[in-house]
Structure formats: C-alpha cells, structure tokens
C-alpha cells in the first residue's frame, strides 16, 4: 500500500528491482505466462502488489529446485480454482528430506586420512554415484556426515571400505523397496480417496497427517530392522559360539 492507502503500483524496472531480478527475467516470465499482463496506462505497462507476490513466490519454488515447466502446472492448478498455497502446503509436507540435511567439505587428503587410505578412485566414483559426496572444486562434499561418521567407525573397527561399499548397494536397494511400499501404503489409503480435485482443507489435513506419520515410519523401519537382525544373530551364534569355543583337552 502507498501513503493514501492504496495498492502500490509498479512501472517494469521498478517491480524487477522490487523482486531482485533483471528486467528481461521478468519479461520471460511474462511471455511464458507465469506473470499476468500488467494494466495498461496508455503505453506503459502497470504492475501491482500482486504481481509483486507472484514474482516472490516463483523465486521462492525455484530456491526449493522446482522446475519452471513444473512452476508452470501449480500455477494452472491455482488458475483452476486450486489454491496454490494449499498444494504447495502438501507437497512440501510430503517433500521435505527426511535425510541429514547437513553437509560438510574436506579436501580429498582428509577424507583418504579418515579412510584408512582406503579410497581409490574407483571407490570415490562409486560414493558419488550412490551420492553420498560430491566432487566440488578440487575438494569433497560430504553430503551425510553422520554415514561417514559411521563409515569411518567400521573401517577403524577392521571391516575394509570396500566391503562397506558393496553392502551399501544392497542396503539402498532394500531401503527403496520399503519406500516404495510405504509411499503406496499413503497413497492408496489417503491420497487416493479424495479424488483428483481435493479441496483445500483436504490438502491441509493431508498435509499435516503427513507430517505426523514421519516419525511414525522412521519408528516402523528401526523396529523391522532390530527384529530382523535378532532373527539374524539367532540363526549366527551359535555357529559362532562353536567357532570360538575353547577346545578341551
């Protein structure tokens, strides 16, 4: 609003300086009709709050790696009678990283010293593809901290990284296919019911039933993984109690 209480209207390089972007940024949004046409006062074209708005919100879902063409269909969604917020309220509950969102950069020599000098290139290429770091610059992003903290623990405790990569393969996959099934669990059950036109208030439920069910898989998924190792070392103690038994003489 200006000083007479009025929305504040914007002139082209007054809203691009306003929302932090350059001139001919704004005008591709206009053209790919992210942007509603601007008022015409004879020949200069008028912006308002609103547009403001719609810039911030663009550069916002752009901060959280959407796409433009993707951009593109929430904001068709919105023009359908959809509130945008309420979509995004949901798919940002149901987005967000449930891994360690942290990260740390060491150069390649300290990243080896943790390792033992275990890490060969080859080994590093696998970590990267499995994404656990990324060669940035001539150093290393660790995009997990704690699993190379618990890397770094198996390798000292004497189990080569070599071994620990290639259960790592096997641990993603199995770990896919209990994401899967918990995600088509939500879906069928929740998702699915309300149809292809959920109302706002649906999307806000679903949004929060979503964040209350996080810790609830996360508490389902230690619990099947503690019973299978007990069903594990059940079947393996015994062979290793006989192994390291004493002989008597």
């Known amino acids: 609003m200006d000083e007479d209480g009025r929305d504040r209207e914007y002139r082209v390089e007054e809203l691009a300086a306003e929302a932090g972007i350059p001139v001919r940024t704004l005008r591709y949004y206009q053209e790919r009709r992210l942007l509603p046409a601007p008022r015409r006062q004879g020949r200069v074209a008028?912006?308002?709050?609103s547009h403001l708005d719609r810039l911030r919100l663009i550069a916002e879902l752009l901060d959280r790696g959407y796409r433009l063409d993707g951009i593109e269909e929430l904001l068709a969604a919105?023009?359908?009678?959809?509130?945008v917020t309420e979509l995004l309220g949901f798919e940002w509950a149901a987005a967000a990283r449930w891994s360690d969102q942290?990260?740390?950069?060491?150069?390649?020599?300290?990243?080896?010293?943790?390792?033992?000098?275990?890490?060969?290139?080859?080994i590093l290429?696998?970590?990267?593809?499995?994404?656990?770091?990324t060669p940035r610059d001539g150093d290393i992003v660790i995009n997990s901290p704690r699993l190379l903290d618990a890397t770094v623990r198996l390798v000292r405790a004497g189990i080569p990284l070599r071994a620990i990569i290639a259960v790592t393969?096997?641990?993603e996959a199995?770990?896919?296919?209990?994401?899967?099934?918990?995600v088509q669990l939500v879906r069928g059950h929740l998702l699915d019911?309300?149809?292809?036109?959920?109302?706002?208030?649906?999307?806000?439920r679903l949004a929060e039933l979503v964040g209350t069910l996080r810790p609830v898989a996360?508490?389902?998924a230690d619990e099947h993984f503690g019973r299978a190792m007990d069903r594990r070392l059940s079947k393996d103690v015994a062979e290793i109690r006989a192994r390291i038994r004493p002989t008597r003489r």
Do not use: C, N
């Open 46 to 49: 008028v912006y308002s709050a």
């Open 102 to 122: 942290e990260s740390a950069t060491m150069s390649l020599d300290e990243l080896s010293e943790l390792l033992g000098g275990q890490l060969t290139p080859e």
């Open 125 to 133: 290429a696998e970590a990267a593809e499995l994404g656990y770091l």
């Open 218 to 220: 996360r508490t389902v």
């Open 169 to 171: 393969w096997e641990l």
């Open 193 to 204: 019911r309300l149809g292809d036109e959920p109302s706002p208030d649906d999307l806000d």
């Open 174 to 182: 199995a770990f896919d296919r209990m994401a899967f099934s918990f």
């Open 78 to 83: 919105a023009g359908q009678r959809r509130d």
